[in-house]
């Protein structure tokens, strides 16, 4: 059975998401603060914790830096009443898997919970290498060698995707739902686009091929060989 925490200082809302969750086969551990909520992680297993920004005692944000920090990397779905840019960075950028922004129906979270379910345990290092390849998510910046890529923020998250993926195939449906969202309806080709702009600035001014099309299957970024 999958195990899941909820860590959320609203009653009414950890009720309902305890029950409907339950409802859906999970079994559901509830903290109400986020020093408690911390607690439960460090000491049981989780599939993967729900957990609140705006929490008493300890907020969203520190808890999920301090799991990091520890080694801990369950995957963590952020609930959040803030729907700016920035605060939607801070989540990704303190280690978090994907957020939902309050108020959200049932459906949209279990889509966005079922989703890092799949995606599994992956550990956050806090640069990302390959190569000479670096990509430093909490100052949004890439380097290859001694030089700054000049990336705009969509192009570094596609470059962080590929990245924690590195020498995977990864096809256009699953770099839609982590690097867009799911209610992105534009044009599915644009991530066509995205791609020859990443090559343009982080393949060939280094006369590098890393980034790879497999035709039918997806995108790769190649590990150099050692």
């Known amino acids: ?14 009720a309902s998401l305890r029950t409907g969750l339950e409802a859906e086969g999970f079994a559901v551990d509830v903290a109400p603060d986020g020093a408690e909520g911390l607690w439960f992680a460090q000491e049981h297993a989780y599939d993967a914790i729900l957990l609140d920004i705006m929490l008493p005692v300890m907020d969203g944000y520190d808890v999920c830096r301090t799991l990091r920090a520890q080694g801990v990397w369950t ?32 459906q949209v979270l279990l889509a966005r919970l079922r989703s890092v379910l799949r995606r599994g345990v992956v550990e956050r290092p806090a640069n990302l290498e390959v190569g ?19 990336l705009t923020a969509r192009e570094l998250s596609l470059l962080e995707f590929l990245m924690r993926r590195k020498g995977d195939v990864v096809t256009k449906q699953q770099i839609m739902e982590n690097v867009w969202d799911y209610g ?13 702009r990443l090559r343009r600035k982080i393949d060939r001014p280094f006369g590098r091929e890393d980034i790879e099309t497999l035709r039918g299957s997806g995108y790769r970024l190649r590990v150099p060989e050692a």
């Open 75 to 106: 995957p963590i779905l952020m609930l959040t009443a803030k729907d700016g840019d920035a605060d939607q960075v801070d989540a990704l950028d303190s280690g978090a898997d994907d957020y939902v922004i309050k108020p959200f129906s049932f």
């Open 184 to 196: 992105f309806e534009g044009d599915p080709n644009i991530i066509e686009v995205y791609i020859a």
């Open 1 to 14: 059975m999958v195990r899941l925490l909820v860590v959320e200082d609203e009653v009414r809302l950890a």
């Open 132 to 150: 000479d390849l670096v990509l430093d998510p909490a100052r949004r910046q890439a380097t290859r060698g001694a030089e700054v890529l000049p």
